[in-house]
Nanobody
């Protein structure tokens, strides 16, 4: 069993900041990529940012320069620092991780329950 617990969402005015956290726990052998996705009402889920185990990162163009993804491998935790937030950043943010539960298994995707971010204008 693997659990992803997210925290840090909320409501903020445009231009403000929020920091999301997602901690993975349970039967984890190793974690490959960790990342954040978001889904706004009426839209498909989209990638926000990912970070590999070695630290390389990837960002959606819409958040480059404003959001920063980081991870603490010792704590199996990924963070998303969101600065200069815009109303169009309003969405449910989901944590994602690709991990192995055994040494011989292939990586599987796991998702958090989602945390709401609302940015008011």
């Amino acid at each position: 069993q693997v659990q992803l617990v997210e925290s840090g969402g909320g409501m903020v005015q445009a231009g403000g900041s929020l920091r999301l956290s997602c901690a993975a726990s349970g039967s984890i052998f190793s974690i490959n990529a960790m990342g954040w996705y978001r889904q706004a009402p009426g839209k498909q889920r989209e990638l926000v940012a990912t970070i590999q185990s070695v630290g390389s990162t990837n960002y959606a163009d819409s958040v480059k320069g404003r959001f920063t993804i980081s991870r603490d491998n010792a704590k199996n935790t990924v963070y998303l620092q969101m600065n200069r937030l815009k109303p169009e950043d309003t969405a449910i943010y989901y944590c994602n991780t690709k991990l192995r539960t055994t040494a011989w298994g292939r990586p599987y995707d796991y998702w958090g329950q989602g945390t709401q971010v609302i940015v008011s204008s």
